[in-house]
């Protein structure tokens, strides 16, 4: 048995260095800058230097958009089940080297192993399901007015997609948008975070492997720096037909203005703000299971997650107390360590973040029940911290937290908790816990948000759409409402019959 660990491990490590790739990925080809220029990318939870990868710019990105531009000629017209036989074995390949991919995200992104391992086998049911789908894409038969003419309905590709993806899910949010644009036919330039392009690669690596064909599917790396400019060349390009992004609000805002010149499509995944509400009707370990979840995933730097958490009057005390206790065990540690639940923040930028804004509170009356302060692990690990005696003065309540802190408000009515759940310009995610049948409905029904989850809070799923409201987004990403946002329909009439 220990040998069959050790050749495990052994074959894990090789998967790893053939999967790590120092190039972009463009035309086929594993690519470097054109002026040769490289940036480092560090584990954020030594701050040891794992490698560098080509610092592109518009140049670079335009010669993917051409390679992705020719490849489109193709790649649209290809039958669906061959598509999607492509696809389908790109889902096997991330399955078969799940743990090496898990390896790498670790290693830049900072997540424990298995968070990271279950992020990628959630990545490749997307791949999957998107594999299905590509034989899906139906059109209609519209009855007319006239006996002599017919109207068909058929759904196109949209052409070449420019995808823009984040550091805090570096494989699920490519296998969101790259598996349903290549499914209706389109193909597509990525532009992975900095902090994670190695996770990215990595599936280039297994993308090529599968049979996507040359130009299909490119990815253009680029330092924080450089990023405008790769988002410029991919926003003014006419033969880019779609923008797809997942990050900031304020950055989604520039981007769709930069499109607005060519008319792309646009699906914009943005910032969230989300309220928990917990009313006294709720189950308290549900509750508290449901909070410490969304708190614990990926140290709390998700869209999705926990922001503003409402508590009623009646247990109020009593889930203060027990929320500090679960959090007072949380292991905070390296991702490769045994029993480890939360890592370390993204970056210096990120502990910042959660710095200041627990200093805020703190200052205008917030008590720290549990953790508040940074922890001497690593440049960027924070404790996990239940923050009680909130308030709407403090730059919590409408600013997202991107890391472990629990903040809790106390209400009285539901009236009074709605209106404060919904009290903010975004609209992404929202949850609460109740045990009354009629208020669940009458709550869902009522919160501002795309997605609401009652009493539960693991809402996203390949098979769920995922998306916001407001100025969190536009556009829905998985399920069979995922790959419309790649499609265009054309209306065809046929008259004189």
């Known amino acids: 048995m220990a040998q ?23 035309g086929g080809q594993w690519a470097c800058a054109d002026n040769g220029a490289t940036f480092d990318v560090f584990n954020p939870a030594t701050g040891d230097k794992i490698g560098a990868v080509p610092d592109m710019g518009a140049a670079e990105t335009e010669a993917a958009i051409a390679a992705a531009h020719d490849a489109f000629a193709t790649w649209g017209k290809t039958a669906p089940k061959e598509r999607a036989n492509i696809l389908y074995k790109w889902y096997e390949l991330i399955v078969d080297h799940a743990d090496a991919l898990a390896a790498i995200m670790t290693m830049e992104q900072g997540k424990p192993l ?7 086998l959630g990545g490749a049911e997307s791949v999957r399901w998107f594999a299905e789908e590509a034989r899906r894409i139906y059109g209609d038969f519209i009855p007319t007015n006239n006996q002599n003419t017919r109207i068909v309905v058929e759904k196109q590709p949209v052409g070449v997609v420019g995808a823009i993806t984040p550091w805090n899910f570096p494989s699920a949010m490519i296998t969101r948008k790259v598996p349903p644009a290549l499914a209706a036919g389109c193909t597509v330039v990525l532009k992975p975070a900095e902090d994670t392009p190695f996770s990215a690669l990595a599936l280039a690596v297994l993308g090529e492997e599968a049979g996507i064909p040359k130009g299909v599917f490119n990815i253009v790396t680029g330092s924080f720096d450089n990023a405008p400019k790769i988002g410029g060349a991919l926003t003014s390009d006419s033969r880019v037909r779609k923008i797809s992004f997942t990050g900031s609000t304020a950055v989604g805002k520039i981007l769709m203005k930069q499109s607005v010149d060519t008319v792309k499509k646009v699906s914009m995944e943005l910032g969230g703000n989300a309220p928990v509400i917990v009313f006294d009707s709720a189950d308290i370990d549900v509750a508290i299971k449901g909070v410490m979840a969304m708190k614990c995933r990926n140290a709390g730097q998700t869209c999705i997650n926990a922001n503003r958490i409402y508590v009623q009057d009646g247990i109020y005390d009593e889930f203060a107390t027990r929320l500090s206790k679960e959090f007072a065990g949380i292991k905070v540690g390296y991702g490769d360590e045994a029993g480890t639940i939360i890592g370390p923040l993204i970056n210096q930028k990120g502990i910042d973040k959660v710095v200041d804004l627990v200093t805020d509170a703190l200052g205008k ?7 508040g302060a940074k922890l001497d692990l690593g440049d960027y690990f924070y404790a996990p911290t239940v923050l009680t005696g909130m308030n709407n003065d403090m730059r919590i309540t409408n600013e997202e937290i991107f890391g472990p802190v629990a903040a809790l408000y106390r209400f009285k009515t539901e009236d009074e908790v709605v209106r404060a759940a919904n009290d903010t310009p975004f609209g992404l995610a929202a949850y609460f816990f109740s045990g009354d049948a009629a208020q669940q409905w009458r709550v869902a029904e009522t919160l501002e948000a795309g997605m609401v989850g009652v009493n539960e809070v693991m809402i996203s799923q390949e098979i769920a759409p995922f998306g916001g409201v407001k100025e969190s987004g536009i556009g829905r990403e998985g399920s069979k409402y995922g790959i419309e946002e790649f499609c265009e329909i054309k209306c065809i009439l046929f008259g004189n019959l």
């Open 114 to 120: 298995p968070e990271a391992k279950g992020e990628v």
């Open 4 to 26: 069959a660990q050790k050749t495990d491990a052994h074959n894990v490590a090789s998967d790893i260095k053939r999967l790590v790739k120092d190039k972009a990925f463009v």
């Open 365 to 371: 009356g917030a008590k720290a029940l549990q953790g």
